[in-house]
């Protein structure tokens, strides 16, 4: 059984918080959510058993003490260079040196692991979400560069600029991600210098998911950070997050995805020295601006508003016995010397890299990072081909429970999706044709909108591209909420349409043991976050309402989940035998998330606790609303501008179409090459059904209904034909058809001048005020020759249109 439960107050606490500091026009949903269930994630982590030996402690302080040393006794301070600007003896020199760490068995387990495992737990809160961001990591990379250089003295930690590859069309691609650098970014890490790296901490393997979600530093972030003159301005909590250093720092976690996506496994992978070498890069660069404008950076601490008190000035830094203000002494920052960044001019096109361009057809040349196919000659695969990339990579899971990793304690549970047409996509280029004219100033799709609002000012990734693809990938979530876990994974939908929807399938931790309780939200690759409705299944129809997303799990009945993958399919989609049509439950999925761009705040207490379902249902007379109506540039306004004479046709009170009022009906004359158009008469619409057995032939003649026959059965069947959908009736539509001897009997080409767009009065019973779009049949009517027609037909005339009704087809050839 699954239930919806309130938000846990600690953590509807932070997002509150979050709405006081942040603006979904300004950050991104994903980034809000990302950033309050860290806060969560390393007390989860600190239960589980993590804490640093007094032997991990003095190693720490003594690798301190070293890099102090160090420069008293004019040791040459450290240089650090982009990754790819260093020679490949000095790469090489680098990743042996971390692999040397990685053997080091001087500390438990490791002495990198011991090293990164201090990025986890209680200090999570010391290092992040405070003004001490900088400093802490500052500190945090001189111990660990001090003890790579005790394996190599001429080893320093170099900085990877993720802004050189943000400019790239697709950075997954970039040469970052191949074995020359930090091995492959997709899933496990098999190759590269860092292949198999072990995670003690959960007994796994080193993971990455790069560009699944999140985004790298861009030069606009960068000039926007460098912009402000005071370190209040750009450290958390008041600093906004277009000049906020650390949340455009967590993006980067983000989009790497696997370890550094959790803080507390983040520094698992060395790549999170890479990063936050560039963070310390841009930090001091920012400082040394102050210096020119006059600013004393060592006391440019901010006195109040720095976050929770584990950022006060004089609180413990975590190190020796360090303050929160000492790390920002010039004493430390003059250990490190930062070579620029690699930069180009139209008249110095050359970025000083092999693995770097020069990209000189922007109106700022900037350097961009080379492909790995640019410079190994890799291609990509059949499938990257004809699917693009990122539809058709795959979310790595460690399945890590409580630090354990195993499929089989995971559970499976069916997740809805419903996507509105996002607010940028408008272009489809699938134009209507009228009279043989196609209308390019509209289109197929976009004659139906939303009756609802949109934000069009919805804060996404800069990195997001609108692009004309049809397929929008939808992410889906889960981070346990009395376990320690988190599972990720996307379903795609088509986008053209103004409603679309599908069904993924999530992981959890199984029930059986004990209940789970579990957090589950949606974004668009984008970053936009989808709103969360739980199905109610105390109101008869079963009705979803908006909820927190924190569910409960448990073995009771019904089941509502799948011991594992197999299971929730099934769960979902059930078939008697193997080759019948597969069919789905009637409320398969207890969640369903609503993409809706509508710029709500998905975790507003007051929108969840309401409770929206009526107690009294409308009475069964009355319309509802719709949500869709046709859009203002649709194909009826189009034949307007196609000089076509056309009034609106007014509506009767009474009458029971609910999207009548949106359209306007036309009729034709009957001289149809002059291409006029004569509104609608005045009335109530007629409708009325035209048997066409005796032009088919089909059944025989004894089983003919007349025309009058016919519209009697539809006027007593009309509410069930245009109501609720019910299944045909069980008759006998056809008979036997000789196949073989149809395509031995010639067929007869129509006269030269025959018009096939109308039927003749006495073949087909038609109005013949009214057009069919198609024939009625493929033979010609003045022949004698038996009408043998693919199917039978149900015309309806709706206001003099005809529109065809195919009961059963059963085209050969």
């Not at 058993?49 to 301190?64: C, Q």
């Not at 250093?245 to 983000?254: A, D, F, I, M, S």
């Not at 609106?648 to 009548?660: F, M």
Request: aromatic share 10%; glycine share 4%; charged share 25%.
């Amino acid at each position: 059984m699954i239930q919806k439960l309130h938000m846990p107050d600690g953590l509807q606490s932070y997002f509150n918080k979050a709405k006081v500091q942040h603006n979904i026009s300004d950050i991104t949903g994903e980034q809000i959510f990302w950033e309050c269930m860290q806060r969560v994630m390393w007390q989860m982590a600190e239960e589980m058993g993590h804490n640093v030996t007094r032997e991990t402690r003095d190693y720490l302080d003594n690798m301190l003490r070293l890099a102090v040393d160090s420069v008293a006794s004019k040791i040459p301070r450290r240089i650090r260079k982009e990754y790819r600007m260093l020679t490949d003896e000095e790469r090489d020199r680098f990743h042996k040196a971390v692999r040397a760490l990685k053997q080091d068995t001087t500390l438990e387990p490791n002495v990198y692991t011991a090293i990164a495992e201090l990025h986890a737990g209680d200090i999570i809160p010391m290092a992040h979400f405070g003004a001490s961001f900088p400093g802490w990591h500052r500190i945090f990379l001189l111990i660990i560069e001090t003890a790579l250089r005790l394996k190599d003295p001429a080893v320093s930690i170099p900085y990877w600029a993720s802004n050189l590859d943000a400019e790239m069309e697709d950075p997954t691609k970039s040469i970052i991600w191949s074995d020359r650098f930090l091995g492959n970014g997709d899933g496990f890490v098999t190759t590269g210098p860092f292949a198999d790296f072990k995670i003690y901490s959960m007994d796994s393997f080193l993971t990455r998911n790069i560009g699944s979600s999140g985004s790298l530093m861009t030069n606009e972030g960068i000039h926007n950070i460098l912009s402000r003159n005071h370190t209040a301005q750009i450290v958390s909590p008041d600093a906004p997050h277009k000049y906020n250093l650390e949340l455009q720092h967590n993006t980067v976690h983000v989009w790497i995805g696997g370890n550094m996506e959790d803080l507390s496994t983040s520094a698992e992978d060395p790549i999170f020295f890479l990063h936050h070498s560039f963070v310390d890069y841009l930090w001091e660069d920012f400082r040394t601006r102050q210096k020119v404008m006059g600013i004393d950076p060592e006391t440019d601490y901010p006195t109040e508003n720095y976050g929770s008190e584990n950022h006060a000035p004089e609180s413990a830094l975590g190190f020796a016995d360090l303050r929160n203000i000492d790390a920002l002494s010039n004493y430390l920052a003059d250990m490190v010397h930062y070579e620029e960044i690699p930069t180009c001019t139209r008249t110095r096109p050359t970025c000083d890299s092999k693995y770097l361009r020069c990209d000189v057809t922007r109106s700022y040349p900037v350097c961009v990072s080379l492909s790995r196919e640019e410079v190994e000659g890799e291609t990509g695969s059949d499938a990257d081909i004809c699917v693009e990339a990122q539809l058709t990579r795959a979310v790595q899971n460690t399945f890590a429970i409580n630090q354990y990793c195993d499929i089989r304690k995971w559970a499976y549970i069916p997740v809805n999706i419903v996507l509105q047409r996002p607010p940028e996509f408008s272009n489809y280029k699938a134009y209507p044709v009228f009279n043989n004219r196609p209308v390019k100033t509209a289109d197929v799709f976009s004659t139906i909108s939303i009756n609802k609002t949109i934000s069009k000012s919805l804060a996404a990734y800069p990195n997001c591209k609108f692009t004309s693809s049809v397929a929008r990938k939808i992410y889906v979530e889960s981070y346990g909420l009395n376990y320690y876990g988190k599972y990720k994974d996307f379903t795609i939908l088509d986008q053209r349409h103004a409603l679309s929807s599908a069904t993924t399938y999530l992981g959890v931790k199984s029930p059986e043991s004990n209940f789970t309780d579990v957090i589950v939200y949606a974004f668009d690759y984008c970053g936009r976050t989808c709103r969360p409705f739980c199905l109610d299944r105390s109101t008869n129809p079963p009705k979803s309402s908006p909820c927190s997303g924190v569910i409960r799990i448990t073995p009771d009945l019904p089941k509502m989940y799948g011991d594992n993958y197999a299971g929730a399919v099934n769960g979902v989609w059930s078939a008697e035998h193997a080759d019948d049509l597969p069919e789905v439950a009637s409320h398969p999925a207890f969640i369903t998330f609503y993409c809706d761009y509508s710029g709500v705040w998905p975790w507003d207490h007051e929108i969840q606790s309401k409770n929206k379902i009526r107690k009294n249902p409308l009475p069964k007379q009355r319309s509802v609303k719709p949500i869709l109506r046709e859009a203002s540039g649709s194909i009826t306004n189009v034949v307007f501008k196609m000089k076509a004479r056309k009034k609106q046709n007014q509506v009767g009170p009474n009458s029971s179409n609910i999207l009548r009022k949106h359209s306007k009906p036309f009729t034709t004359n009957k001289n149809f090459r002059k291409q006029t158009v004569t509104p609608a008469p005045k009335r109530k619409p007629k409708i009325m059904l035209i048997d066409l057995s005796s032009v088919t032939t089909r059944p025989p003649r004894n089983n003919k209904q007349g025309p009058t026959q016919g519209r009697s059965n539809f006027d007593n069947n009309r509410r069930n034909m245009f109501g609720r959908r019910q299944s045909l009736p069980n008759k006998r539509l056809f008979m036997h058809r000789n196949i073989f001897q149809e395509f031995q009997t010639p067929r007869m080409t129509p006269n030269r001048g025959a018009n096939r767009f109308r039927f003749q009065d006495n073949n087909c019973r038609l109005n013949p005020g009214c057009y069919l779009p198609v024939p009625c049949s493929p033979c010609v009517y003045k022949s004698r020759q038996r009408c043998r027609a693919p199917s039978r037909l149900i015309a309806v005339c709706v206001n003099g249109l005809f529109m065809l009704e195919p009961v059963i087809f059963n085209f050969m050839g």
